[in-house]
């Protein structure tokens, strides 16, 4: 059955010490902070005919938790992994579960940065990477993927 367009829903999920944005090395992650961000995502949603729930943690298991218990029933899933970009197999393997689009975005070009930075664990099992867009880059994703589940 085709789902309307004013039920799809679009999971954004923000990792360890996003919820610090605004305070935290403002010089690479900018000023803006996750709440801004979050209510900028659910403006967004409202136009585009999307549903936004945003979660937060700073723990590697909330995150595979969050995954595994609502991402399924999503349309789409927008995650910012942070630090666990580069650590977490689980995290990877929770995405593995899922079959809709997952767009991973970074405030920050991650391939400027100090190279341990450089490997992501989720780049190839997300659909597409938005990296160095800063703030902008969570609208671009959402509308990429608005696109992607219309
Ligand atoms: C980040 C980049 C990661 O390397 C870092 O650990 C973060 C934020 C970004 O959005 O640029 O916490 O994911």
Do not use: C, W
């Not at 610090?20 to 010089?27: N, Q």
């Not at 298991?61 to 992994?81: F, M, R, S």
């Amino acid at each position: 059955m085709e789902q309307s367009k004013d039920s799809l829903k679009v999971l954004v999920i923000h990792g360890p010490n996003l919820n610090m944005l605004g305070k935290r090395e403002p010089d690479i992650y900018g000023k803006t902070t996750l709440d801004e961000i979050n209510s900028t995502l659910e403006e967004l949603g409202n136009r585009l005919g999307l549903a936004v729930e945003t979660f937060q943690s700073n723990h590697e298991g909330a995150i595979v938790d969050k995954i595994q218990k609502d991402a399924a029933i999503q349309n789409g899933l927008i995650i910012n992994p942070a630090a666990f970009t580069h650590t977490s197999i689980a995290i990877r393997d929770a995405l593995l579960l899922l079959d809709i689009p997952v767009i991973e975005i970074h405030l920050s070009n991650i391939y400027k940065r100090e190279p341990f930075r450089h490997k992501s664990l989720i780049s190839d099992v997300a659909t597409a990477q938005i990296t160095g867009f800063g703030v902008q880059g969570y609208s671009m994703a959402l509308e990429a993927l608005a696109k992607m589940i219309e």
